[in-house]
């Protein structure tokens, strides 16, 4: 399918910029992104991208009657807007059950209106979680059990769109993603939080014992998997993405100061997330398979190198962010 008019939600977010970037060097699309510009965004993410190619609407994917607008003039609909922090969803539940669940039943009444064909980015947390030493993963049949307000609506929002499909026949594809890094990351996130705190002289900080894993995965990596399901993937499938790139946080903290030429034991340990999910883990082999998809960065290590060297470049980008962020993981002895 050659697409020439997306709508990206959430484009001025961390993995919808990223997206926006990647249409740009790898088809000839033009974009629009709906953004409602919340705490975890950046409008300049979006508006420094060519204007010929890249236009950008301030709203909010619950404004049903934009939201039908701006649907009615694209061939795809690709649906990255969230509440994404888990840690701010422990605080504070309200915007995820609007944002997530509500705003993803807009968007599906405006595709179904309209014909319009439709992805929808999710994650690997609708699975709940797995023992250290479950030999197993997840896959596409995993049964959900999702265990935070954050991972709970994204399990909802998925549910309406498999329901959207079975009952009114709308063209989508839904794809569950492991722990993302990368450029444009907001500070409150693992990895850009623990950086960010490295340049600043800070130390990293580590909830409870550090022995959780995530499954990590370089965010050019899922937005080619992303383009590719948009390109090839079954309508009404589901496509479990992760490169295979278990580490426990423990490992990555370390990693992140010995990378910096800092001491690797330099970190504090905080207070821990209520409920923290052990581990994560993606079997992705449907997606290589059927789609022959495969991750570019498969070296974490060289990942994390470009990702410091990005976050020492690109000061101005994060600096805004960074106090208020702290503030707010003061309240929680995090
Ligand atoms: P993010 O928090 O960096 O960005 C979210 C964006 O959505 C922001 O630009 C924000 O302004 C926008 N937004 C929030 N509420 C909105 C609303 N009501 N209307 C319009 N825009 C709104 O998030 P992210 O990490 O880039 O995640 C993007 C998507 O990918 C989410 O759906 C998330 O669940 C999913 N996901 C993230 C990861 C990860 O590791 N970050 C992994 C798997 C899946
Ligand atoms: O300062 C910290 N110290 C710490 O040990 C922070 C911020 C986190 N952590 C731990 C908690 C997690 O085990 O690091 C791990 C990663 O934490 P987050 O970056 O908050 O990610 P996580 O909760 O795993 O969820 C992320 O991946 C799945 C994204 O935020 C979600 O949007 C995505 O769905």
Redesign the pocket.
């Given at each position: 399918m050659v697409v020439s008019n997306y709508l990206v939600?959430?484009?001025?977010?961390?993995?919808?910029t990223n997206f926006v970037r990647h249409l740009l060097a790898h088809t000839d699309a033009r974009v629009v992104v709906?953004?409602?510009?919340?705490y975890?965004?950046r409008a300049e993410s979006v508006t420094s991208l060519p204007a010929d190619r890249v236009e950008l609407v301030h709203?909010?994917?619950?404004d049903a009657e934009l939201v039908n607008r701006l649907v009615g003039d694209a061939d795809v609909v690709v649906?990255?807007?969230?509440?994404?922090?888990n840690d701010n969803s422990l605080n504070d539940p309200s915007?995820f059950v609007?944002?997530n669940l509500v705003?993803t039943y807009q968007l599906l009444e405006a595709v179904r209106r309209h014909g319009v064909r439709y992805h929808h980015?999710?994650?690997?947390e609708v699975y709940g979680d797995l023992e250290l030493d479950d030999p197993d993963r997840f896959h596409e049949w995993t049964p959900y059990n999702p265990s935070s307000p954050y991972s709970s609506t994204?399990a909802g929002s998925d549910l309406l769109v498999r329901a959207w499909v079975r009952s009114f026949g709308v063209q989508a594809t839904i794809s569950?993603?492991?722990?993302?890094y990368g450029p444009f990351?907001?500070v409150e996130?693992f990895i850009p939080r623990q950086i960010t705190n490295v340049i600043d002289g800070e130390r990293p900080k580590l909830y409870g014992a550090g022995l959780n894993v995530r499954d990590w995965i370089h965010v050019d990596d899922?937005n080619a998997a992303v383009l590719r399901i948009i390109e090839a993937g079954r309508i009404g499938e589901t496509y479990l993405i992760g490169a295979d790139g278990e580490e426990n946080n423990k490992t990555v903290i370390e990693a992140i100061l010995r990378l910096m030429g800092r001491d690797p034991e330099d970190y504090v340990h905080v207070n821990d997330r209520p409920g923290h999910d052990l581990r994560y883990a993606i079997d992705s082999s449907k997606l290589r398979s059927e789609l022959g998809w495969a991750p570019r960065y498969t070296s974490f290590e060289e990942g994390l190198a470009a990702t410091i060297e990005w976050y020492r470049d690109n000061e101005d980008w994060w600096r805004p962010m960074k106090a208020a962020t702290e503030a707010k993981y003061e309240r929680t002895g995090q």
């Open positions: 939600t959430g484009g001025a977010g961390f993995i919808g709906l953004d409602k510009l919340t975890a965004a709203g909010d994917i619950c649906h990255f807007a969230a509440e994404s922090h915007p609007q944002t705003g980015i999710s994650t690997d994204k569950n993603c492991s722990n993302n990351q907001h996130k899922h």
